[in-house]
């Protein structure tokens, strides 16, 4: 990775999206400035149809990597990049961008899966899954029926369609918010964990979805702690390892990909 | 300027101490933008700076109209913000009964701002008032009711339905669930979430209630002591607080 982001935007056609020497660090103000460092020197670069499944240990940093990824965390140091072909460069860098410019690239482009679903009160879960389309201009009418088709495949029972997800158990509530994150199918896909309180027969269901995305060209980079799951859907598995950086100060790079 | 509404280093002290300080902010069209922090650290201040009803003692305010001129609103006389405040802004105030008049119906409260930028036509104006009534979830059957006769959330969706009325592009609102119960606080906020995102209309919204701020907001503004201490997207500022005013008070939120 010694190119420029000029350079690799420009003759990667492609590639979607390219983060480069990312350390994270927290300082806590509340606790005397303790520092965490969650990642150090971590790059990566995710291309069209490509899978890459994030392993390591729990707190080897991998859900801040996507957080960061996406604009939710501000990454310390290094620089992310995402393909934006309307632009004359062919990306934007997200670590360089304004709001305004992070919320236009969450339209367009980049779309994430928490671990948990936020409930917005009072909304129905018909609603929150048509939500994302209604936003891109698509009319109601239609978002509507592909939310149902969506909400149909993930096995959200019908009757639960017009309530608000508050109630839900915890594999419903993860399914309404499966379907919210993937219904705009946008390009770069960041999930974080979608499938960890589902049972067997739903994350072959949400397997199948993100395999689909996939072969549809979307760039994916996800966590994913079973392995039957990580199986189906990865090209790739990359590696992120704790041990170098330990929360002591450490230049350690900390990724290996298999 | 892209910006619907523009301030640089916009100052209001009182007697040399409080109010907000060197303020920069801008607001883009559909966009709502939520001003954080305590009592006291100059947000309210801000607001009405922002919304000129209150003159200011430094910095620059520049508002762009529906025709696409750029007002310099530090130059306006009266009558040109009056005219503003009626055809492109709305204010909702804290207190519903300071946004309200006690004295006509919920009918009048809401026609009123139509007649002032010239609606005449009684039927029309009584068909659009009852529209309204229904459009903020209120039964459209007491439009004859004076506002006293609806409870205090009732209140606040009728000086919502006011202030929309005359299909504003930017609304004002000083802590709009503030003093609601929690249940009336949620329909409030549904409410306000679909008003803006389905009218596509900018707001600035000051709350010290980072729940509101997360659910309605784009962007987030911390303040303390009169000046801005962070400010981002709304979520990043509130999982990743950077400043170590934002970082308490992210943390003194109480976990549902």
Request: net charge neutral; aromatic share 4%; hydrophobic share 40%.
């Amino acid at each position: 990775m010694n190119m420029t982001d000029e350079e690799a935007f420009a003759t990667g056609d492609t590639l979607m999206l390219r983060a480069c020497g990312i350390d994270k660090t927290f300082t806590l103000h509340q606790q005397g400035g303790a520092r965490i460092h969650a990642l150090a020197g971590v790059s990566l670069e995710v291309k069209r149809g490509e899978c890459i499944v994030l392993a390591g240990a729990s707190g080897a940093g991998k859900s801040a990597l996507l957080r960061c990824m996406y604009g939710n965390y501000l990454a310390t140091a290094g620089s992310i990049a995402v393909r934006d072909d309307s632009r004359p460069a062919r990306y934007v860098s997200l670590t360089q961008a304004t709001p305004h410019d992070i919320i236009r690239l969450r339209t367009t482009t980049l779309g994430y899966v928490s671990q948990f679903l936020r409930a917005i009160p009072r909304v129905s879960s018909l609603d929150l899954v048509a939500e994302p389309l209604i936003t891109r201009g698509v009319d109601e009418d239609e978002a509507r029926d592909r939310a149902c088709a969506l909400l149909e495949r993930l096995n959200v029972p019908r009757r639960l369609w017009t309530l608000a997800p508050a109630t839900f158990s915890g594999g419903e509530q993860q399914r309404v918010n499966i379907a919210r994150g993937l219904i705009a199918a946008q390009p770069v896909l960041l999930l974080d964990e979608p499938t960890a309180s589902l049972d067997a027969e739903n994350r072959d269901v949400v397997a199948q979805l993100i395999v689909d995305a996939r072969e549809c060209g979307a760039a994916i980079v996800g966590i994913f702690h079973d392995s039957d799951t990580r199986e189906r859907v990865a090209t790739r598995i990359v590696h992120i390892d704790s041990s170098s950086l330990s929360n002591h100060d450490s230049q350690a790079g900390a990724v290996h990909t298999c | 300027m892209n910006a619907l509404l523009k301030a640089s280093g916009l100052t209001k002290r009182y007697d040399g101490r409080g109010g907000c300080v060197d303020v920069d902010l801008d607001v883009y069209p559909g966009e709502v933008l939520c001003i954080v922090g305590e009592s006291g650290s100059g947000k309210t201040t801000l607001l009405n700076a922002l919304a000129i009803r209150t003159g200011v003692d430094s910095g620059a305010l520049a508002y762009r109209t529906r025709e696409g001129d750029t007002l310099d609103l530090l130059a306006l006389n009266e009558p040109q913000k009056r005219l503003l405040s009626r055809t492109e802004w709305g204010f909702v105030h804290q207190n519903a009964r300071d946004g309200l008049r006690r004295n006509v119906s919920a009918g009048a409260n809401i026609g009123e701002p139509l007649m002032a930028i010239g609606a005449r036509h009684y039927g029309r104006l009584r068909e659009t008032a009852s529209d309204w009534m229904t459009r903020v979830e209120l039964d459209a059957a007491r439009i004859d009711e004076l506002p006293s006769a609806f409870s205090g959330g009732m209140q606040q969706r009728l000086q919502i339905a006011r202030n929309l009325v005359t299909g504003p592009r930017l609304v004002f609102m000083d802590e709009p669930t503030a003093g609601l119960d929690v249940s009336v606080q949620a329909r409030l906020l549904d409410l306000l979430r679909t008003l803006t995102s389905k009218l596509h209309l900018a707001a600035v919204i000051v709350t010290h209630d980072i729940g509101v701020a997360r659910l309605l907001a784009h962007r987030l503004m911390v303040m303390k002591d009169g000046r801005v201490v962070e400010s981002g997207l709304t979520d990043q500022v509130l999982d990743d607080p950077q400043h170590p005013y934002t970082q308490t008070l992210v943390a003194s939120v109480l976990p549902v």
